[in-house]
C-alpha cells in the first residue's frame, strides 16, 4: 500500500499540492481526474521521488519514501509517460528488455531469465509480431502497448501512467483499458492511471480519485465518485450521470442544446 498523509508541494511559491491525502491499494486500477493545473502529474513525480515535497509524508509498504534507495524504488514503482523518445531506434524487444535494467548485476549483461521474462511479456501483450519492428515505425497505441510491456518486464508492485490515453483513438485506449484490467487480475498489481476521459475511468477502474485544486476532494468506487455535486465540486459544471447497460457502471451525460 502506498500511503500520502497532508503532502504539499510548491514551484517556488505556487503551492500545487496543499496538504493532500490518498492511499493507492495493490491489485486495483485507480483512475484520477481533475481539471488542468490540479497538480495530477506532480503528485506522480513526488510519489516517483523525483520531487522533494515541502510538507507531509509518503511511504510505501510501511516505510518512508526517503528511506528508499533509487535501484530499490525502480523494483516497486515502473513509470510509463505520456510521450517518450529515444535518442536511437531501438526495436520492440530492446525497449521491453529495458525494463531489465533494475536488476542487472555487476558485469550489466542480460541473463537467460531476464529474455525469458522479455518473451512472457511480448506473448501476454500480443506484440510477438512487433518484436523486431522499430519504435519509429509503430502507431501510438502499439507504442503505448510497448512501454506498459517495458513497465511489465521491471516487475515492480506498482505502474503509474501518466495520461497514456491522451493522443489515442477510441479502440485503443479501450484495448489499453483493457490490457491494463488484465494486468491488474493476472499480475495483481497497483496500476494509477492520469486520464481525462471520466467515462472510461468510470467503467475500468477499481477506485477514483478526484483532484482538484492541489488537493483530493474525493476517493472512491466509481458509484461512488460519479455523481453531478462531486462533478460539480471538481469542474465547476452542472453534469448529469446514467447508468451505462452494458457495464452497469455510471456514465457522464455531456451537456449541450438540442436543435430541433
Request: cysteine-free; hydrophobic content about 40%; glycine content about 8%.
Amino acid at each position: 500500500m502506498i500511503k500520502v498523509n497532508k503532502l504539499s508541494f510548491s514551484y517556488g511559491t505556487d503551492l500545487v499540492l496543499r496538504d493532500l491525502d490518498l492511499h493507492l491499494p495493490e491489485a486495483a486500477m485507480t483512475v484520477m481526474v481533475g481539471p488542468n493545473g490540479a497538480g495530477k502529474s506532480t503528485l506522480i513525480y513526488a510519489l516517483l521521488g523525483f520531487l522533494k515535497a515541502q510538507g507531509g509524508s509518503v511511504s510505501l509498504f510501511g516505510k518512508a519514501l526517503h528511506l528508499y534507495k533509487r535501484s530499490e524504488l525502480a523494483k516497486l514503482i515502473a513509470f510509463v509517460p505520456q510521450e517518450t523518445s529515444f535518442q536511437f531506434d531501438y526495436s520492440v524487444r530492446d525497449i521491453v528488455l529495458m525494463g531489465r535494467y533494475p536488476y542487472q548485476g555487476l558485469m550489466q549483461t542480460w541473463l537467460p531469465s531476464d529474455h525469458r521474462v522479455v518473451d512472457e511479456i511480448l506473448e501476454q501483450l500480443r506484440l510477438q509480431g512487433l518484436a523486431h519492428r522499430y519504435y519509429s515505425q509503430l502507431s501510438g497505441g502499439e507504442k503505448q502497448r510497448v512501454l506498459i510491456a517495458r513497465a511489465l518486464a521491471q516487475d515492480t508492485r506498482y505502474i503509474f501512467l501518466d495520461e497514456t490515453l491522451s493522443q489515442l483513438d477510441i479502440n485503443h485506449q479501450v484495448e489499453i483499458m483493457l490490457m491494463l484490467v488484465d494486468i491488474v487480475r493476472q499480475s495483481r498489481k497497483g496500476i494509477l492511471l492520469i486520464s481525462h476521459n471520466l467515462n472510461l475511468g468510470a467503467n475500468f477502474a477499481d477506485q477514483m480519485v478526484f483532484l482538484g485544486g492541489g488537493r483530493v476532494l474525493g476517493q472512491g468506487k466509481p458509484s461512488e465518485m460519479m455523481r453531478p455535486e462531486k462533478l460539480r465540486e471538481l469542474f465547476g459544471l452542472d453534469l448529469q450521470v446514467a447508468m451505462n447497460p452494458v457495464s452497469g457502471r455510471p456514465n457522464l451525460l455531456y451537456p449541450g442544446k438540442h436543435l430541433t
